[in-house]
């Protein structure tokens, strides 16, 4: 894993070919009653997508699911069966009755990382940001998986403050040395 202008990528181990790099692959899953039934757009989703793109991710457009830790865990499965090596899934991460999108992230996590929540809280300028209980974590594949906010601000802001800290942590998922 080697962080160039481009983004993250991934480098080939071969010595006897030019390096060949190629950027990682992510996926964006988006947690929303009322965007899944078309009854709202969706606009986290997009955000995202574009602040990883921007950062060097191979993304393909977001996946809308409903609230419910049945349908987070069954998108998250999918993105990781489909070669993504970070999820960020964003809304279903409050305390609202439907929201339970950690329930649905949690059995998939090998290793919780509660510094990144910790961190994405204390980072917002939203005082009820206190409130989210997003997660993150690293799946036995060795997958990344972060949950955001349900709100695009939230989804920018929360992106803004993960970016740097991506390369090192997928680097390290991938036995890189603690450099």
């Known amino acids: 894993m080697s962080q160039h202008p481009q983004g993250p990528s991934t480098t080939s181990a071969d010595a006897s070919a030019p390096a060949a790099t190629a950027p ?4 964006v ?44 865990r069954g998108a998250v499965e999918d993105a990781m069966a489909r070669g993504a ?7 279903g991460t409050g305390v609202g009755p439907r929201d339970e999108t950690p329930e649905g992230t949690r059995p998939l996590l090998a290793k919780e990382l509660p510094g990144i929540p910790e961190l994405l809280r204390r980072s917002s300028d939203v005082p009820t940001a206190v409130l989210g209980r997003g997660l993150a974590g690293v799946t036995d594949a060795g997958v990344v998986v972060v949950n955001l906010p349900g ?13 740097p800290l991506l390369p090192h942590l997928l680097s390290q998922v991938g036995g890189g040395d603690h450099a």
Do not use: Q
């Not at 009322?34 to 602040?51: F, I, K, M, N, Y």
């Open 151 to 163: 709100s695009p601000g939230g989804v920018r802001e929360g992106l803004a403050v993960l970016a």
């Open 29 to 72: 899953v988006v947690v929303s009653d009322r965007s899944a039934a078309g009854a709202r757009e969706d606009r986290s989703g997009p955000a995202a997508v574009a602040a990883l793109r921007d950062a060097g991710f191979a993304v393909p457009d977001a996946v809308v699911v409903p609230d419910g830790a049945a349908s987070v």
């Open 24 to 27: 990682v692959r992510a996926a």
């Open 85 to 91: 090596r970070l999820v960020v899934t964003s809304g």
